[in-house]
């Protein structure tokens, strides 16, 4: 284990795709990890089992972050846990595309609630609750740079979470807590991967000089390196893991 055996990170949405792929990562980094999911126990519970098996520590907590005070509860658990919390690692998301002219009250206001709400919900706990030398780490999208078609109100929650990542990295001045954003390009996970053509998929991988998808493994390199030591003077960015895409 690395050096982070003592420190506590919160990752939400971490029942399977990035999320589970940066909670491996951070336990396999010493981190002691607490999976948040809103649904998936079965899978949720399994990575724990997982993480455990490899010698890491992790604790499941059910919570939807589009609720401040599931969100509150779930901080309180990891306190309650393992006496505080060093990192949150804002993951949890949902993406429903549509033209912005096709796009119904649902579509916008599931988007809003869970991708731009969730993530304040989760931002403005760990502002008040993370020990000092901590890291929040806002998962966004590569989408705000390419500004593709049907991705209009999924990429404005995203460009909102940027904003807010800029910002909240200036407030939490003398805390030596750093906040940043990881944007990934496409990735190969089911949230990605359904309802798409094997030809769009493709095409969508050669966007990018490396001519691939992203992995899940490819993202939680990245967080870890924003969670660790040598991300430690990094502060207020945004990290766009694309392979070149934007």
Do not use: C, H
Request: net charge neutral; proline share 3%; no cysteine.
């Amino acid at each position: 284990m690395a050096n982070e055996s003592n420190k506590v990170a919160i990752v939400t949405g971490a029942s399977r795709g990035i999320g589970a792929a940066v909670a491996e990562r951070l336990a396999k980094d010493g981190f002691t990890v607490v999976i948040n999911y809103s649904g998936d126990t079965k899978s949720a519970e399994a990575l724990a089992r997982k993480i455990e098996s490899n010698g890491g520590r992790a604790l499941t907590a059910k919570a939807d972050v589009s609720d401040p005070s599931a969100v509150r509860g779930m901080f309180d658990a990891a306190e309650a846990a393992f006496g505080g919390v060093d990192v949150l690692v804002n993951n949890a998301g949902i993406m429903k595309l549509a033209k912005i002219a096709d796009s119904d009250d649902a579509l916008f206001d599931q988007q809003i609630a869970i991708n731009l709400k969730g993530s304040f919900n989760a931002m403005r706990e760990a502002a008040k609750r993370l020990r000092d030398g901590g890291r929040t780490i806002n998962l966004s999208t590569s989408v705000v740079g390419v500004k593709l078609e049907t991705y209009g109100v999924y990429a404005a929650t995203k460009a909102a979470i940027e904003t807010m990542t800029a910002v909240l990295s200036k407030e939490l001045r003398g805390r030596s807590i750093t906040v940043n954003a990881v944007a990934p390009g496409p990735t190969a996970t089911d949230l990605f991967l359904n309802g798409k053509s094997p030809e769009l998929i493709e095409r969508m991988a050669k966007m990018n000089p490396l001519e691939r998808l992203g992995t899940p493994e490819d993202i939680a390199a990245s967080v870890s390196f924003l969670a660790g030591p040598d991300g430690s003077w990094i502060n207020g960015q945004t990290l766009r893991p694309n392979g070149g895409m934007v």
